[in-house]
Structure formats: structure tokens, C-alpha cells
């Protein structure tokens, strides 16, 4: 057996990132609600129409297809917020749904979308039960970004949003639980300035009382800040993270299951912080133990207790190191990081991916003739909710369409991956041209397939520019650009070559033509050649096989215009048509297209 | 964020000895998956399938063992063909060699008949690699595997005593129906055939055999009395003859004289249709046909009786037509071929 050793110093682990503040920033608290007791009515209301046809090459030849559809639906969430004293808040939020086209009780349904409650016990310690979004660290407790955005354009921002909102998508890469969580910090005088400790504990699953166990989730933080050392003012900020993820063998007839736990050490050395300049050490790094186990009955030394065998063992560590520098007059921060993530490091709350690839789609699943089943593209990664996932915490990593992700699938996370990440944005306040860049370069650790390791070259940028304040219009007008450049190589003989190219590039305009009336125009469009393998795999992350080549020299673009109406900032009705087609030079005869036409009236309150 | 206003250092200790145990960055990094050139690469064969003996002896616990390398991974399929019964046995895999663990062969049939002591032909072939040529081996078989449970009969005998056939109203063929070698039986040389035309009588009965326990005490010994776990097991054999209708009854002493009479209880099987060419194993529970644990170890006769669907038949009718052999009981499990 061959084996590679980096040995990594404590030292390394004294530096780690700084996502986990962020993180903890996201789970907010009574605090955030000032007002006094009493009880408040809030919630959202949205109707939807929408007509979506079929064309292109495709339907010359497709005598089967239906080549129009449309839906609908109309939903009220009535969100009812109570606070009994300034230290207690309950929530609960009952859905009211009409399908378009239901009548009379048909097609309508009514449920409880969310019920929460936390508070503070003794003005000392926070608490959480119920609904909660929670999030630790990339590699603990993280979602990563969806697949196929980087900056859309405001034209696909209405659809998108209904999917996050659904999808319980809060924007800070955070899981929607439903558990408990109890927070608390400490104050020193010497040394150390203060100590938090975050706690939670949450069910993914529950057991169906056959063959699929109820699986939990618990785990934490315990976070220190120094005070600060040194003429600088140099701060450390250290942070414990756990993630455990468990199988409850005791619950249904399932007598394996799954165990996977992930402990790291993040922080942050602040080693300057000045008025024009700030410079940080930054990093994270831990382990992660993957475990299948089983129940045996009876099986302890009396025989009458249970006993778990472990039937597969899987162990492997990460870490990321860096420097972090915020120019704070010029508004530019840049970053930049040296990532290892063992191939077998396995983190099932944070490997997992917002899109299910297979899953059927909305609209027109099947299409041609042999009514082959569709695949997922631009068009419906921007509003086929039922793509997307709220928890997919599974035994093994999750299929994922290297036409749109192949770098980073499962995001900083990702196993099998090591190299030099940058990050930089420029973003000074109240500028009206603000950027981003993200320049990874990475190969694999471990090869699949051969001793050859892949390479791979990200290069993702942003930018918004505030058209109407540049040009002092007095009016809001806005473009916005994304793009998106993937390679993956890999050299060897002719059956371990491996080449594949993506680039994917948003623009959007966004003008305020009269007051509050919005013309929106955007384009999205994708386009990808070559090949790689996209292997199948067993046991969490290893390889079982290789169906063959993925080989691809396909294209699509979305087209949108419309227009939007903002009644109020929270209020709007927007109508638009988008345009969708879809290419491939293998098979132009199945090319196609899909037009949508739709009506969106959004109201928060 | 509150806070607590007092400092247990205990915290941070543990911090610091959790922060120790992170300190390795080792992966394993052996290439992971099935490698890509042999699993897309030209196919070679290395070494032609070969048994590792020339003679097998299955009834006294013996066993052939299949050997063959390649050079890459690949799916193959090891067919074992009887060259008496035709009987054939399987065996599918996808890896670059046949060894002990992936190709031994212990007498088994995946499609009936069961093997006899005969010469067979074990031929490899490749079905993802279209250019590689079969190869093929050849074994000779001294005795056939012995299979579990308790044989009713395999009509091996002829026709002796405790075999009935109940041609009342002389519909059966008897140039065919009777104890029968060709085609191969399912098991051994022999096996029934019942074929008639329901001509007589319009009533869809054509007739039956019964075998009946020749044992002292008049039962069949079976090898559980519990009625879930008690199978009985028979081969049937479909001769094309669309319209027939097989029923398997079960005889019970209902008065305890510990013989077949015309008083005993008889526990039909409902209507078995074959559809699959050949020789199709039958198994269903004791217990599905009705009977109680008493009644398990009561069973005096086994019948097999055939119909005659004339509701789907042309005019005139046609003959209808089937063949039963091995009629066994098994415990646990129907019998595993």
C-alpha cells in the first residue's frame, strides 16, 4: 500500500477560517426581534401562472409529446409570531395551497410549514427548538452553493427565489433542522477574552419502522477569542468544531446503519488590524471517521445484550491554510489558501449537494418519441423546485453533472482535492461598481482509474455595476455579469485521457423605466466539450466502477425579459417570457427548445 | 451574546488536546476504482478456461473448480451444459480471472433438467467484448448432487404400485401418458407424462396420477411438520399444449385408517398454468394448500390431475398435455436447484 504523508504541525491548525464566524452570525436570536411582547401576524402570499411550449428540431419527428403545459398555484404562508415576554418567542407558520385549476377543495392543501420556539434561560443562555438553520463550517455543517449561478441576472431572480424560499435557503449556507440548540459564552479576564459554545441535535430522518433507521445529527462549537497580544493588537480566534451524524439502530428493523463523525479546529490569527489595513492567518483542518454499522442481537458476552459490529471503516483528514488582506480605504479583500481534502474524508452535512440529478423534472420529464427521459438544464436549475433538497445527508456522496460543477461538486469540501484557492472581491462602500473572482487550481489526490491525477482550473467571476448612480439617472438601473470557467485534464494512455471544458456567463440588466416599473432582460447560457469519467460509487465516496466516458459537446442558453412592478419593497408582480434551448452536436436532431411565459405575484407582510 | 462571568479553564485544556489529535494529514493513495485500461482496453485472453479436475464426484461432496485469466476486467458468463440432459448451469462474473472464489461449481442447475452422471461442456464467453472468442473445457460428472428433502417419487421405478392413473373417463392418450425417458426427465431417466382430450365428457376433467406412500404407517415422512416451513416441490413440464390446466392435491387421512380411500380430504393446488418452455420447478408451502400441523404429517397421496380449459379450447379440442417429476418435500425453503 502505498501512502502519502504530510506532516502537518499543530501549528497549521492554529490558523483556520474564518466561515465559522459567519456561520455562527447566522443562527440569530430573541435579540434580533426588539419588539415587546405580544403577538404579530406576518407571512408571505404568492400566485403563479405560468404556460411553458416545446419546440425545436426535436418535435419534427416527436408525435408523442404533449407540447404545452401549464400550472400553477397559489399559496399563503401566515406566519403567527408570538412573544409572551421579552424572553420567550414561538412561532408557527401554516401554509394555505391552491393548485391552479383546483376548485371546491380539490387541489387544495393546508399544512404547517414551520413551528419554532427559543428564548433565554436566566439571561444567560440562548436556546432553539424546532425548525432551525444551522451551519458550522464548510466541512462540518455547510450547504454549498447551487449548481449553474454566479451572479444571474434580476430578470431569473423572482424564480430562483421562490426556490429558496421553498427550499428554506437563507443565503448563509446553512441546513434546515429540526431539533434543538442551546448557545452560551463566557467572559475572562486573562488571556482568553471570550469562550462560545454553540450545541444542537436534530433528526434528518425518521425510521419508516422497517428497514430505514431514524438518523440524527448533533454536534458543536466551543469558540475562543484571545485579547489582543502584542503592539499590532494580534488576535487569535480558535474554534472545536463537531459534526456527528448517526444511525439510531434501536428505532425500526434496520440493523445497519450509518456513523459518521467529523471533528476540526478552525481560526483566525488577526495579526494586524489597522485603519487602512488588515492582515489575517486563516485556515481550518480535522478528520472524519465513516463507519457502517450493525446490529447484532444479543450478541454481547451474556448474550443478551446487543452489540454493533463496524462492517466498514473509513478514516481520512483536510486541512486549509491561508492569508487573508482587507485593503478597507479601496474596498478590495483577497484571500488566498492552500486546500487538502483526503479522498476518503467523508462529511455527510457538508458533502452534500442542493440538486438531486435524479430526480424527474416538472416539466416535460420525457420527451421524443422513445420518450427518453430529459436532463436537467439551465432552464429548470433556475425554478424546478423539485430538484432541489432540504436534507440529503446520505451513506455516500451524491450524483453531481460535471457540465456545471466538475472542480468543486461538493464545495470547499469536496474530497480528493488539493492546491491554492483565490478569493478576491472588491466591494468599497457605496461604490457603484462592486466584484468578485474566485481562481482555484487543484489536482486530484488519489487517482481513479490509474496512478494519472486529474487537474483542475476554476476561474469564477462577478461584478455589478449600478448603471443609474454611475450616470446620476436618478433611477435604479443596474447590469450585472457572471462567469464561469471550468477545466478538468488528466494525461496517461489513451483510456485515462481525460479533457473537459466548461464555460458558463450571466449578464442582466435590470432599468427602473418609470417609478417602481422595472424592465428586466438577462441570458444565462452554458456550454461544455470533451470528456471525463464520472465514476459510480459504494462505501460513502470510493469507486465502484466506470460506465464508460462521459463525453459531451452540448450548449444551451436562457433568454429573459419582462417586466417587474414593485408595489412595495416586498411587493411586486412580475410577468415575463424566458426562452430555453438546447443543444448537442451528437445529436442535433434531438435538439429542443422550451418558451415560458409567466405571471409572479409576490407579497410579504 | 450573555455571558458567563467565570472562567473554567478545563475548557480550553480539552480544546488543546483535541487540536493535538488533528495534527495528521496522511491519505491512502492507491488509485481507487477498477483500472481504466483494463476496463476499456483490448481484450486478450491470458489463459483459456480450464477445470481443475477431469472427473467430479458431486454425491460424495466434490467439486469442480473453473480457472481462466484475462487482462483486464471484464463481464463473463461460464455456461455448463450437460451433453445427456441438456441441463445448464451458470455462472456470471465480472472480474479479470476465474478462480475458487467466482467459479466453482458444486452440481448445481440454473435451468432444469439437473445434471445426471454424463460428459458436460463448460464454454466462457465475453458479453462486452465482442471480439473475444469462447473457450471451452470439458468435465466428465461420476454422480449427480444429492439434493435435500424427502423425495415422493422420481418415477424412477417404472410404473410400480403406489403409482395410480386415474383414466375414468378414457381421455388419456396412452400411446403417451405413463412413465416416460424422452425428453429428458428433470431428474434421472424418467419422469410422468399425462396427455389426453377432454372428449368424453364435457366436464374439463381429463384425468390424474396418484402416488400414494408405500411407508408403513401409510404417510409420506416429511421433514417439518410446521406447515410455512414444509414445501412441496415438483417439476413440471410444459409440452405446448396451450389449453391445459395442471392441479396439484394433496391427500390427507381424514379417518385416520392410515391408507388412501375415497374419504380423504384432497387439497387442491388451484389451476397451474406453464408458460415457460421446458421444465419449471414448482414449490409452494404446506400451509398455503390449507393444512394444519396434524394434518402435515397425515398426507397419504400426492396427485396430479389435468385439466382441460374448454372455454379457451378450438372445436374439436385439442389434446391437452404436461409432464411431473421429482416430487419432493422440502423444510424451510423450496428446493434450491
New interface residues.
Partial sequence: ??????????A???GLAPTAALAQDAEG?PPEEEEGPGVRFNGLGRAFIQETDLGGTLLDTDTTSAETLADGEFVLDLEVNAQPNRVTEVQGTIRLRNEFGGFFGSGVTVEVRELWARG?VA????YRLGDMDYALTPFTVYLPEADGDINPAEVFSPLREVVEYEKFYTGRNTRRFQGGSV???????QA?Q????RSFIARLQPTNFQDTPTRLIGGGR?G?TSVPLGPTGAQAR?G?NLASTWDDLDSGNANSGLRNHV???DGTLAILDGDGLAFSIVGE???SIAKTAEQVEGGGEDGGEDMQNVLLRER????QIGAEANLKQTGVNAGLHFV?V???FFSTAAQSKRIDYTRALSQFNRIGNDRALRGAGLFDLSRDRGLYTTNTESTQLVAYDPRYNNVLPYGTATPNRRGVRLDADYMPEASAVQGGLLVALLQE???????ELKDFALVRAEADVAIGSLASLGRDIGASLGLQFESTSRG??Q??TVDLTSFLIEVGLSAEVYDRLDVLLGAKTRSSSGND?V?QLENFN?????P??FVTDDSESLLGAGLRYRFRDDVFLTVQYQHYSYGDDATPADDYSLGQVFALYTMSF | MPRFSTFPRSVLAVGLVLAAGLSGCDHFTDPDGPNLTDRFGPFQLVEAVAADRATVDFAGGESVVFTAQFNKQTTWVLEIVGQESGAVRRIEGFSRELNADNARWSGRTTELPFFRPEDVVATLSFPDEPDANETTTQVSVQSARTYPGNVVTGFEQGDPGDIFLGNFEFDFDLSVTGVRTDPPAAEGNAFYRLRGTDATLNNFFVGLVRVTSQNANGYFTVPTAIPEDLYLNAFLRNFDAENTIIILEVVVDANGNGRFDNNDSIIGSGDIRLSEPGWTAFSRPISEFGLDEAQAQQIVAIRAVLISDNSAQPTPREPVDFGIDYITFTAGAPLEL
Fill in positions: 500500500m502505498h501512502r502519502h504523508l504530510l506532516h502537518c504541525g499543530l497549521l491548525l492554529v436570536g433565554v439571561n444567560v443562555i440562548e448557545d452560551f459564552g463566557l467572559d475572562f479576564d482568553i471570550t469562550l462560545d459554545i466551543v475562543l480558535l472545536v471533528l476540526t479546529l483542518g480535522g478528520q481520512d483528514t483536510f486541512f487538502n483526503g479522498p476518503d489526490i488519489r487517482g481513479q482509474g490509474t496512478e496517461g494512455n483510456f485515462e469519467y465514476p470510493d469507486v465502484r466502477d466506470f464508460g466516458r
